[in-house]
Nanobody
Framework: EVQLVESGGNLVQVGGSLRLSCAAS????????IGWFRQAPGKEREGISC??????????WHADSVKGRFTITSDNAKNTVYLQMHNLKPEDTAVYYC?????????????????????WGQGTQVSVSS
């Protein structure tokens, strides 16, 4: 059974840092695209970062809204993808989700993370207080 479990969400002050984890199980971590998304109350879901594990250079992408503050990495030995978040702002407050496209048809390089995400985690809450 494929599972994605997010953790690491918390309440932090403006300017603080958090590291979110997405622990994956039930599939090979050799060839998978993992994306991080977030959804704030009353807003549409936003894709903020992704990594192509097994692509030529485990390519990554970050949305402009988080570029320079958030970094996506993976520990393939632990089947876990991380989202390191620094300099958090009130507008980063949201439920954060990870999603997986296992053995994607093609690797996406350049702009965006428009993979066919088949599996989603349950989400973890990040709240940033001003």
């Amino acid at each position: 059974e494929v599972q994605l479990v997010e953790s690491g969400g918390n309440l932090v002050q403006v300017g603080g840092s958090l590291r979110l984890s997405c622990a994956a199980s039930g599939f090979s971590f050799d060839e998978v695209a993992i994306g991080w998304f977030r959804q704030a109350p009353g807003k549409e879901r936003e894709g903020i970062s992704c990594i192509g594990i097994g692509s030529s250079d485990d390519s990554t992408w970050h949305a402009d809204s988080v570029k320079g503050r958030f970094t996506i990495t993976s520990d393939n030995a632990k089947n876990t993808v991380y989202l390191q978040m620094h300099n958090l702002k009130p507008e980063d407050t949201a439920v954060y989700y990870c999603a997986a496209d296992i053995a994607p048809v093609r690797w996406i390089t350049g702009t965006g993370c428009s993979y066919d995400y088949e599996y989603w985690g349950q989400g973890t809450q990040v709240s940033v207080s001003s």
